[in-house]
């Protein structure tokens, strides 16, 4: 079975402009959820996406926004991109993620990230 | 509020010998814990996890992991290092409040010397 992938692998922008990364969990999973990780803050949660659905986010600005499709892959987007925006996106899929407030005992799988520079 | 402390940024060991890399965790009611292993410019790869039941853990790669709910720990073991065990390491805790989320520690680098 494939396991996570995330498109790209490596981003370079600039300062204001935004950008779209993308994220196909493992087939079969339906929560996707995002982190950030940087050598200063480490990793970070963004957000997780199940049934299309934003169940939860961390604390991050609003330039921060994401989404999921019907087949389970998700999207996340940045806009006006700062210096500090500069980090490995990981995006990590696990088989039902929150559902009816319960709380899952699944794993979650790690896509190998997006190494986004800003310039 | 849960949270994470790997106390150990750095941690050397030579081949063959045990490593241990430790992890304590603060969270109210039953921890959910993890250990995940990123080799460079790759992501995170599932070692071991610890819902319930037996305290002592075994995961990927020889790898194990003892649950001390009165130390509040989550040491990540292997009996014998290898070179290819060199990596950076983290430990996790999920969130607790019903969120799908991890709160990782900050790491400890392995390093295996031949």
């Known amino acids: 079975k494939a396991g996570v992938t995330q498109t790209p692998r490596y981003l370079i922008k600039t300062r204001g402009q935004q950008v779209t990364l993308s994220c196909s969990p493992i087939s079969g999973h339906r929560s996707v959820s995002w982190y950030q990780q940087t050598p200063g803050q480490g990793l970070q949660f963004l957000f997780e996406y199940f049934s299309e659905t934003q169940r939860n986010k961390g604390n991050f600005p609003g330039r921060f926004s994401g989404r999921q499709f019907s087949n389970s892959r998700s999207e996340m987007n940045v806009s006006t991109l700062e210096l500090g925006d500069s980090a490995l996106y990981l995006c990590a899929s696990s088989l039902k993620g929150v559902d009816r407030g319960y709380l899952s005992t699944d794993t979650q799988y790690f896509g190998p990230g997006t190494r986004l520079t800003v310039l | 509020a849960q949270s994470v402390a790997q106390p150990e940024d750095q941690v050397n060991v030579a081949e063959g010998n045990p490593l241990t890399v430790k992890c304590t965790y603060s969270?109210?009611?039953?921890?959910?814990l993890f250990w995940y292993v990123q080799y460079p410019n790759r992501g995170l790869q599932f070692l071991l996890k610890?819902?319930?039941?037996?305290?002592l853990v075994k995961g990927s790669y020889g790898f194990e992991a003892e649950f001390n709910k009165s130390q509040t720990s989550f040491h990540l073991k292997k009996p014998s290092a290898l070179v290819s065990d060199s990596a950076l390491y983290f430990c996790a805790v999920r969130d607790i409040t019903g969120a799908n989320n991890l709160f990782f520690g900050t790491g400890t680098r392995l390093t295996v010397i031949p």
């Open positions: 610890y819902i319930t039941g037996d305290n």
């Open positions: 969270v109210s009611g039953n921890p959910y």
